[in-house]
Nanobody, 126 residues
Framework: QVQLVESGGGLVQAGGSLRLSCAATGRTLSSYIMGWFRQAPGKEREFVARINWGSGSTYYLDSVKGRFTVSRDNAKNTVYLRMNSLKPQDTADYYC???????????????????WGQGTQVTVSP
């Protein structure tokens, strides 16, 4: 079992920054993919970014490339999502997720992840 707890959301003005944290407990994550998703009111949950815990490889949604950075701290068993130059359209609930690595999984989709945090709200005002 993996437990994930997000923190760091809040209200920020457009152009501002936030850093989300996702603390993981329960097992080591060296063979896991850690993803960040978001869901805005009335919209489907969408992929934002992911990091391969073992290799550190990262992937991003096109609209956040150059603004968001996903990273991990092995010692703290924590994944971060640094969000710069925030826009009102970034407003959503943000979720951290963990998925065991599988060659057949599509880690751009939510169903590749078996563990989810409770979410943290991010609101960007104009």
């Amino acid at each position: 079992q993996v437990q994930l707890v997000e923190s760091g959301g809040g209200l920020v003005q457009a152009g501002g920054s936030l850093r989300l944290s996702c603390a993981a407990t329960g097992r080591t994550l060296s063979s896991y993919i850690m993803g960040w998703f978001r869901q805005a009111p009335g919209k489907e949950r969408e992929f934002v970014a992911r990091i391969n815990w073992g290799s550190g490889s990262t992937y991003y949604l096109d609209s956040v490339k150059g603004r968001f950075t996903v990273s991990r701290d092995n010692a703290k068993n924590t994944v971060y999502l640094r969000m710069n130059s925030l826009k009102p359209q970034d407003t959503a609930d943000y979720y951290c997720a963990a998925g065991a690595w599988s060659i057949s999984a599509n880690y751009y989709t939510a169903n590749a992840y078996g563990y989810w945090g409770q979410g943290t709200q991010v609101t960007v005002s104009p």
